[in-house]
């Protein structure tokens, strides 16, 4: 690594021991005022949502939304391929034959909630990501193994470098580090 | 004081295991060396491969005809195939979505596995009404897309129902998986060292980092996919059953097929899951996180729906008689006891019979009986759509037009060679990609839940169930 | 540290409550009512009796299987509500006394007991009856009526009373009692309510099958049974009983069944409809045919709308599902739809001309109900209305939402 003194602070990194511990210092960093913080854990700590303040996932709304398009093409499609464009009498069923088409009404329907559902979750969480400054830490990686890390970023209005790194301190931080850009 | 004893929940991964040795566990198989045995497996499979390339070159060159079909049964093995694997490959959803939302926890342990199971059966399945349509080269009219003859597909068709049906099973199965392995790719990702599992697998885990910001929308739309996929799994074999019961050939069409054939493929792709299980948890040493006792639960899953399909062949034959319509009343004795009768006792026994030795809980923990039954059970299921496509259609109403069915060369070539197919691309996945949802697995275990760590101390407490003392009956 | 919750709200329903005798009191009035009735339209009292008499089996019967359910899949999320469904299934062996004026009404209701169908060369011979005549047959109907009672009896009458030693006794191995009560109670249930569903709807109509038929009982009476169980819940709250037991989250649960069969419901009724609209096969299709006429179809687009579409888009909303009002409100409306269903199921029978509702429909509706419902808070209030040693209780008080 280079001197560091040329590189941008991305922001400070602490490791702590387990995921109470990690639950514990995200109701820490809520109460002391900062918002431009994040947790990182191997999966998802029950509680987590409650400790970090978390606002409830807009994600519903994305579904509803592609849910309800879905619907609208698969109607609008074949109500204008069978009753408008070409209409074929078949065993006797009236053109508009809505029995028959509920199973791809529902199929399509289904189909974009789900696009809604993993490509708004993706977007949500801003992902794909080119690079990640939080990569430059090595120990960084037990993030996806057994760490439970949060950080602090210093783009947040509070940030003070050395305040920050004593409250992981006193958090009971086995280790804390500066990342940068 | 009774006789029965209260026995505690059984933990949901066996041995003293930390966060660091489950990531050991599971993505050391896909970081180590290649073994030789894998290549060799892998040689197999690639062999069957070729056989199916062979046999549906030579269908493509030649046309229907060098399948066995004959005049009344114009459906043969193609569409038995086609429904066995697409049953097959109700599993993987069933397990992640149903059992997802019903909160069983046991389903960690094999969701992956039975995921990825899930999409190669369907592709597997796929294969057979793509080539099943004689000339191939305009399959595109199965889709709804704009063309010189300015014709639309027939909305009313069950068929083109299965077209959208299977192929919406399809991708959104394909997302759950993938959806699912995005944190594990992560986690391989970061203990990779060399160039090549860096960057393919940092392509593929999208820069996840574990941020509980992310794991917030993460879970929630895992959810609304489960709440999805769970409806879907049960429509696209409703449909499945669709293509049979919307007509009027005795045999097929009757009420109950929706359910009966849901119940039906729940049943044999929890049979195909035990049978890759018991082989892989073995060779990979897997028994700490796939248990016996998700064997049992498996099992008793087995017997549920084993018994359900029971119900509905019971179902069948009492309102056959009880509708008091010649034909129904002929196809079912027909069945019973006609030209095809082998083949019905063959699914009366493997599907109804065999699984009702899962009463008894030694059975059901006994590796090897399972995996037994679990292979009877898939036969059994195989010869269900035999049955099922096969006798209604060689003795329908006229019995001048009658005929025998039996199948070629090529036919029996094509279906083996899917097998080919699905263990290619199942050997793929146990070398590349995490076997188990590794993330999901230590969400489960008690190290994993706050409340399971001292107040003080911050150090980890055990749960403990107590077991209260029964008092004496007071009177 | 996991901390165990306790139970602060008193386990007792009020001994001295006078809502048993209330309920009974309606109860005589409305089967006096309706005997008056008897003699002034013997098919239209009958017809109105099945109705109701299905109507509040299907609780009792939907009750039972979830009881069964739960102990089977080990389940915590409803240990809460187990004893108000225990409490209806124990008393099923003396509801089946209810079952009796059918027997009596077997030739008002079910046009094939009429023996001279069967006779061959007559003017009154049907073929169709006559071949189904070893199943359809007034003696078999009655055995089959004791067969279904004496199982369901057997099974709610024990599921509640070791589930209630339990609470005395502390024991946990009871649990595994009333699994290996279950598991082959399971069984034997799919096949009685199935053919229940056949003996007092299906045969209405003689003519008609469908091998979904007895799937389709089940389906609609278990949509129903939720509702039920919302209500009665709101109800006691609304007594200010087990208030801090029963929480907003258990509640929730609850809505999330409702909503899940609901779409259940949907899916095979529409199944069934869809299977017999395609074939079109005339044999099927006239039942359907007949309550698609004379005003009949207004109670199918009915379910269609207020049974399936208005529950399931307020209900898909987890907001809902916790808003008192809204499940209150989903779960009144489904209860009459369930009723109307059923209606639409067994009134064309008699009234194949056109629609047509009558004063004894009301009055059964009251009879039975006063004397279901007073049996179950006659019964409710004898125990504790907790399993409260069950072990799965403090799971289930501890629950809390999850994402």
Redesign the interface.
């Known amino acids: 690594m280079s001197t560091t003194e040329d590189q941008k602070i991305h922001g400070i990194l602490a490791e702590f021991r387990n995921p109470k511990e990690l639950t514990d210092v995200a109701k820490k960093m809520v109460n002391s005022g900062y918002s431009k913080f994040d947790t990182f854990s191997p999966f998802p700590i029950h509680g987590m949502d409650k400790a970090m303040n978390l606002k409830k996932s807009k994600l519903g709304w994305i579904v509803l939304g592609h849910g309800i398009l879905g619907f609208s093409i698969a109607i609008a499609m074949m109500y204008f391929m069978s009753v408008i464009d070409y209409p074929l009498n078949i065993s006797g069923k009236p053109f508009f034959n809505a029995p028959a088409w509920v199973p791809i009404t529902f199929e399509l329907t289904v189909l974009l909630s789900a696009f809604g559902a993993v490509f708004g979750m993706f977007f949500l969480n801003g992902l794909p990501k080119l690079h990640n400054p939080l990569f430059n830490s090595e120990r960084f990686k037990k993030a996806t193994d057994d760490g439970f890390f949060a950080c602090i970023e210093a783009d947040d209005d509070m940030f003070e470098a050395e305040k920050v790194k004593a409250l992981f301190q006193e958090a009971g931080a086995t280790h804390i580090e500066e990342v940068y850009e | 004081?009774?006789?029965?004893?209260?026995?505690p929940?059984p933990a949901l991964v066996k041995g003293d295991h930390?966060?660091?040795s489950l990531?050991r566990l599971v993505t050391d198989i896909n970081l180590r060396e290649t073994p030789k045995a894998w290549y060799l497996a892998m040689m197999g499979a690639n062999a069957l491969l070729m056989l199916m390339v062979v046999a549906i070159g030579y269908l493509i060159w030649e046309g229907t005809g060098i399948w066995g079909l004959n005049n009344p049964v114009g459906w043969g093995w193609a569409i038995i195939n086609f429904v066995w694997w697409v049953g097959i490959g109700h599993a993987g959803t069933l397990i992640s979505a149903i059992l997802f939302l019903?909160?069983q926890d046991w389903r960690t342990a094999i969701n992956r596995f039975a995921e990825a199971m899930t999409i190669f059966a369907v592709m597997c399945a796929g294969v057979f009404p793509a080539i099943h349509v004689g000339r191939i080269w305009v399959v595109y009219w199965m889709f709804?897309i704009p063309n010189q003859m300015?014709?639309?597909?027939?909305?009313?068709?069950?068929l083109?129902?299965d077209v959208?049906?299977v192929s919406?099973y399809f991708?959104?199965s394909l997302?759950?998986w993938?959806?699912g392995l995005v944190?594990d790719l992560?986690?391989i990702?970061?203990?990779a060292t060399d160039k090549i599992r860096k960057v393919a697998y940092g392509i593929f885990s999208?820069?996840?980092?574990?941020?509980?910001?992310?794991?917030?929308?993460?879970?929630?739309?895992y959810?609304?996919?489960a709440g999805?996929?769970t409806?879907?799994v049960?429509?696209v074999h409703?449909?499945v059953s669709?293509d049979f019961?919307?007509?009027?050939i005795p045999g097929w069409?009757?009420?109950?097929?929706?359910?009966y054939f849901v119940a039906g493929a729940i049943f044999s792709g929890f049979a195909m899951v035990l049978t890759l299980m018991i082989v892989a948890r073995k060779i990979y040493g897997m028994k700490d996180i796939m248990t016996d006792d998700h064997m049992e639960k498996m099992n008793i899953v087995i017997l549920v729906t084993g018994?359900?399909v029971g119900?509905?062949y019971?179902?069948?034959f009492f309102?056959a008689w009880?509708?008091?319509?010649e034909y129904e009343k002929a196809i079912f004795m027909l069945r019973a006891t006609g030209p095809y009768a082998w083949a019905y006792w063959a699914m009366m026994t493997c599907n109804v019979f065999s699984p009702q030795f899962f009463?008894s809980k030694k059975l059901r923990r006994s590796v090897g009986f399972t995996f037994f039954i679990s292979i009877v059970v898939n036969i059994g299921m195989w010869f269900e759509r035999f049955v099922i496509t096969v006798t209604s259609l060689a003795n329908d109403y006229l019995p001048s037009s009658w005929d025998y069915y039996s199948p070629t060369i090529w036919d029996v070539m094509t279906y083996v060679g899917t097998f080919g197919l699905f263990f290619t691309m199942f050997l793929l996945f146990l070398r590349f990609l995490p076997m188990i949802a590794?993330?999901?697995v230590?969400?489960v275990i008690p190290?994993?839940?706050?409340?399971?760590?001292?107040?003080e101390t911050?150090e980890?407490?055990a749960?403990k169930v107590e077991?209260?003392?029964?008092?004496?009956?007071?009177v | 540290m996991s901390h165990k919750p306790t139970i602060t709200d008193t386990l007792q329903f009020p001994a001295d409550s006078k809502v048993p005798g209330a309920l009974f009191g309606v109860g005589a009035v409305g089967l006096i009512a309706t005997i008056i009735g008897y003699f002034l339209d013997a098919d239209q009292f009958f017809f109105s009796y099945l109705v109701s008499f299905t109507f509040f089996s299907g609780i009792a019967l939907s009750a039972l299987i979830m009881v069964m359910l739960h102990h089977i899949t080990k389940s915590s999320w409803g240990v809460v509500f187990r004893r108000i469904s225990e409490s209806f299934t124990a008393n099923i062996w003396i509801w089946a006394i209810f079952v009796v004026p059918i027997l009596f009404g077997i030739h008002n209701l079910y046009h094939w007991s009429h023996p001279e169908l069967l006779e061959y060369g007559t003017e009154e011979y049907d073929k169709i009856v006559s071949g189904k005549s070893p199943f359809l047959n007034s003696t078999f109907f009655i055995i089959r009526q004791v067969i279904y009672f004496a199982i369901w009896g057997f099974l709610g009458y024990k599921l509640h009373k070791v589930s209630v030693q339990m609470d005395e006794t502390n024991d946990w191995g009871l649990s595994a009692l009333l699994r290996k009560v279950s598991a082959p109670g399971i069984l034997l249930f799919a096949f009685t309510v199935a053919f229940a569903g056949f003996d007092w709807l299906m045969s209405l109509d003689p003519h008609w099958f469908s091998t979904m038929f007895g799937v389709y009982f089940f389906a609609i009476n278990f949509q129903a049974f939720w509702p039920i169980m919302i209500l009665i819940v709101f109800y006691l709250h609304k007594q200010g009983l087990l208030t801090n037991t029963i929480r907003q989250v258990h509640i929730y649960d609850l809505g999330a069944w409702f909503f899940a069969f609901t779409v259940f419901y949907a899916y095979i009724a529409f199944s069934q409809f869809l299977l017999i609209y395609y074939a079109n096969l005339p044999e099927e299709t006239l039942w359907y045919y007949h309550r698609m006429e004379g005003g009949w179809q207004y109670l199918l687009y009915g379910s269609l709308i207020f049974r399936f579409a208005v529950p399931f888009l307020v209900l898909l909303n987890r907001e809902a599902k916790k808003n008192r009002m809204i499940l209150g409100g989903m779960s009144a409306l489904v209860l009459i739809i369930h009723f109307a269903e059923i209606y639409w199921i067994a009134m064309p029978t008699l009234y194949d001309h056109g629609f047509s509702f009558s004063w004894m429909d009301i009055t059964a509706f009251l009879g039975l109900g006063g004397v279901f419902f007073g049996l179950f808070f006659r019964q409710f209030k004898q125990n504790d209305m907790i399993p409260k040693n069950d072990p799965k209780l403090e799971d289930c008080l501890s629950k809390s939402y999850h994402q």
């Open positions: 004081m009774s006789k029965y004893q209260y026995v929940e930390d966060f660091s990531t019903f909160r709804p300015a014709m639309w597909p027939n909305f009313n068709s069950p083109l129902w959208f049906a919406t991708t959104v997302l759950f993938y959806v944190p992560a986690t990702r970061d203990r999208l820069g996840w980092t574990g941020s509980n910001r992310h794991w917030w929308n993460y879970e929630k739309a959810m609304i996919l999805l996929a409806p879907l049960l429509s409703t449909i669709f019961a919307v007509s009027m069409h009757t009420t109950i097929f929706p359910p018994s359900m119900f509905a019971i179902m069948e309102i009880y509708s008091g319509v009463w590794l993330a999901e230590k969400a190290l994993a839940d706050p409340h399971n760590y001292d107040e911050n980890y407490v749960p077991v209260p003392e029964p008092q004496s009956e007071k």
